[in-house]
C-alpha cells in the first residue's frame, strides 16, 4: 500500500495562505489525487481532486480560493490555499484515488479570525 506523507499545514490569519504538500512512496503518473477535509464534529469532506492528466475539480466551498496541482516527477500533489477563512479549519487529507485507496496521516490547518 502506498504511503502519503502531508505537510505543509499550520496557523494562519484570515485572508492569509498555505501550500500542503503530499508526497507519496511511489508513482503518481497514472493516479488520481485529491485532497479531502474533517473540522471537528463533521464528517470528511471533498475539496478538491486532479486527475492524472491534469483535469481538476474542486468543491463549491473553495472554487476560485484553491488550486491543486501535480508534480509527477516528485511524486507530490499540493494544494494552494489563500483568501483562508475560519471555516477553513480542519484536518486536511491526501487522497490517493485508486484501489486499495490511500489516505495520509493528515495536517491540521488552523484559520483565525
Known amino acids: 500500500q502506498v504511503q502519503l506523507v502531508e505537510s505543509g499545514g499550520g496557523l494562519v490569519q484570515a485572508g492569509g495562505s498555505l501550500r500542503l504538500s503530499c508526497t507519496a512512496s511511489?508513482?503518481?503518473?497514472?493516479?488520481?489525487m485529491g485532497w479531502f477535509r474533517q473540522a471537528p464534529g463533521k464528517q470528511r469532506e471533498f475539496m478538491a481532486v486532479?486527475?492524472?492528466?491534469?483535469?481538476?475539480n474542486y468543491a463549491d466551498s473553495v472554487k476560485g480560493r484553491f488550486t491543486i496541482s501535480r508534480d509527477n516527477a516528485k511524486n507530490t500533489v499540493y494544494l494552494q490555499m489563500n483568501s483562508l477563512k475560519p471555516e477553513d479549519t480542519a484536518v486536511y487529507y491526501c487522497?490517493?484515488?485508486?484501489?486499495?485507496?490511500?489516505w495520509g496521516q493528515g495536517t491540521q490547518v488552523t484559520v483565525s479570525s
Open positions: 487522497w490517493w484515488g485508486t484501489a486499495p485507496i490511500s
Open positions: 511511489r508513482s503518481i503518473f497514472s493516479i488520481n
Open positions: 486532479i486527475s492524472s492528466g491534469g483535469t481538476t
